[in-house]
């Protein structure tokens, strides 16, 4: 058994109860015994005797089920305490006293150990902390799952930090062994989050986990999938339109893509991440219109016209997100050029000129200053 223990009030409470309910076979008897003596592997053994000899109840795998408890075998704590509910609910409060108890001190264990991870600049010592946040984390959900649900984002978050770093990694060395490695992780996180979606099929921060899961296992058509049931969920999910928007405009789904990105800037007007996906769009979306007129042989003057006019009214669409994304962020050099560019192809060269001298003037460590009492307004 281990040293280590932990619930010392609950099993106070259980040794209460013992008291309390009096004493059965000379099994039990010496089981209550060796438990007040805290000998907790000879009360296992004084249990499991008494059932072999006189059947289960409600009181024995309870009982067996505060010894794993203290043990810290979470999973075949959760297992007798269910075999002790088969037999009636007269020890179900004093078991959900145990399942919540063992939940916090492991939520709060995993929580502690993530902070040391983000405070620690050993690498080695990094590594470690996020171990043991993970293992924090997966005991919680197994003392107490039916109380998990946001355990799961954090369990998930602290195994795809240590993803991320092996790719990094892999990024600087090109050791292929960490790419294989984070791969799996992420591999791994998915599966872990799509058993919570069976749990939690209402929870939208699960779904969005599962979503996110996908996408980092490079799962697309997973992603797409369940994206598509966020949105008909939950329609005011701004990461829902905006991952669904993504996923329409790699389609060069125009007419869908837009009105989801569009979506998830009107419910938040600062999401600076769907404004740039809205100007990558529109901007793809214009080139296609160009593409498709050269394609054209023989093209008429007016049907030119026709197209030119198009691809122009999606660079003008594009525009004004440009713009309230540098009302947000003045001294972003890339996004003035972009401007640049894009008042270049509609003609307005005068604002072209002043978008690249800015990013030349950012580049050369200078800053801009925008109005800001005049925001860009979008339609």
Do not use: H
């Amino acid at each position: 058994m281990k040293a280590k223990r932990f619930a010392t009030s609950a099993f106070v409470v259980a040794l209460t109860m013992i008291l309390v309910y009096g004493c059965g076979s000379t099994e039990m008897t010496s089981a209550k015994l060796y438990l007040q003596q805290k000998n907790y592997e000879k009360a296992m053994e004084m249990l499991q005797k008494d059932v072999s000899k006189n059947g289960g109840s409600a009181e024995n795998y309870y009982l067996q089920g505060t010894v794993y408890a203290e043990d810290e075998n979470f999973k075949k704590m959760n297992e007798v305490f269910d075999s002790s509910l088969a037999y009636g609910d007269k020890f179900a409060q004093d078991i959900l006293a145990y399942r919540y108890n063992a939940w916090s001190q492991n939520y709060n264990k995993g929580v502690k150990y993530y902070q040391a991870a983000a405070d620690a600049s050993d690498e080695d010592s990094v590594k470690i902390f996020y171990q043991q946040s993970e293992a924090a984390f997966e005991d919680a959900i197994t003392a107490f799952p039916d109380s998990s649900a946001k355990v799961y984002s954090n369990l998930i978050y602290v195994r795809n930090e240590q993803a991320r770093k092996m790719w990094i990694d892999f990024k600087t060395d090109g050791a292929v062994e960490d790419s294989v490695e984070a791969m799996k992780i992420y591999n791994e996180s998915a599966e872990i989050m799509e058993g919570a979606r069976e749990m939690f099929p209402e929870n939208k921060d699960i779904l969005q986990g599962l979503i996110d899961a996908y996408l980092q296992a490079s799962r697309f058509e997973d992603a797409e999938r369940e994206v598509k049931k966020g949105v008909e969920e939950d329609p005011e999910n701004k990461f829902f339109r905006l991952v669904y928007g993504i996923f329409l405009t790699d389609a060069k789904e125009w007419e869908g893509a837009r009105a989801q990105l569009k979506k998830a800037v009107e419910i938040d007007p600062d999401f600076t991440e769907a404004k740039l996906r809205l100007v990558d769009m529109y901007i793809k979306w214009g080139k296609e219109i160009k593409d498709e007129t050269e394609a054209i042989e023989d093209i008429s003057e007016e049907k030119a016209d026709e197209m030119r006019q198009k691809e122009l009214d999606k660079y003008e669409e594009a525009l004004p997100y440009i713009e309230s994304y540098l009302d947000d962020d003045p001294n972003n050099a890339p996004m003035w050029e972009r401007l640049g560019q894009v008042y270049t192809i509609t003609g307005d060269e005068e604002k072209a000129l002043e978008a690249f001298d800015n990013a030349d003037t950012i580049r050369a460590g200078g800053t801009i200053e925008r109005d800001v009492d005049v925001e860009t307004e979008l339609d």
